[in-house]
């Protein structure tokens, strides 16, 4: 007889925000935020700049994530398994890079390009701790956002900490994470991702 177990409320909810809330996800808005402000509030290039950085920081790293979990090469596309990580992130890293070199050539804003650098450097450090632990990239995602979005716009989106918090208890009850290692990417992503945007915008 088979039996089809219903997924809980809590647990459709947690997969909802996984996806809603998902790095892809926030790395297509945070660029736009980002080139907002560092253009003065014009639309036309604030799409521009934003676009470019959402297409090598999120699309097309998206996209292998997909292409990779449909060919079977990991077990989906947020990659749950620790050491199947190593190979798309350091493709990601490629795609990112190629993004960078394209900002500088083209000029852009030095707030989008801090954006990128720090965007960068994160990946880096999510790729030395993958070697031997799995790191929330949700999470750290989400933190290095508010991190970034209040040094541009004031203490009030501190607010925004509260998505950081839900994203972090989503991971955690779709059993892709431990509380440690969501607790460790929240952190992570403000203490390297704002640090560095910081320190070049």
Same mark, same amino acid.
């Given at each position: 007889?088979?039996?089809?177990? /219903?997924?809980?409320?809590? %647990? ?43 297409? @090598? ?18 077990? *989906? $596309? ?8 190593? /190979?798309? @992130? ?11 070199? +394209?900002? %500088? ?14 965007? +960068? ?5 999510? %790729? ?9 990239? $949700? ?21 925004? +900490?509260? *998505? ?12 892709? $994470? ?17 640090? /560095? @945007?910081?320190?070049?915008?």
């Amino acid at each position: 007889m088979d039996v089809t177990v /219903v997924p809980s409320l809590p %647990l459709r909810l947690a997969r909802v925000v996984t996806e809603v809330l998902s790095p892809a996800v926030i790395v297509v808005a945070l660029p736009l935020a980002v080139a907002w402000q560092a253009t003065g509030y014009e639309l036309a290039p604030t799409l521009g700049w934003g676009m470019l950085v959402a297409l @090598f920081y999120s699309v097309i790293p998206m996209v292998i994530m997909v292409r990779g979990a449909r060919r079977g090469r990991w077990d *989906g $596309h947020w990659v749950r398994e620790r050491e199947r990580r190593m /190979v798309p @992130f350091l493709l990601c890293l490629v795609s990112t890079t190629v993004g960078l070199v +394209i900002m %500088l050539v083209g000029g852009a804003p030095q707030a989008v390009i801090a954006l990128s650098w720090s965007m +960068i450097a994160t990946l880096v450090v999510v %790729l030395a701790i993958t070697r031997w632990w799995k790191v929330s990239v $949700h999470a750290t995602v989400a933190g290095g956002a508010v991190a970034t979005v209040v040094l541009l716009y004031g203490p009030w989106y501190l607010l925004l +900490i509260l *998505g950081v918090v839900l994203v972090a208890w989503s991971r955690v009850m779709v059993e892709d $994470h431990t509380v440690a290692q969501v607790v460790a990417g929240a952190l992570l992503g403000p203490v390297v991702g704002g640090a /560095v @945007f910081l320190a070049l915008r």
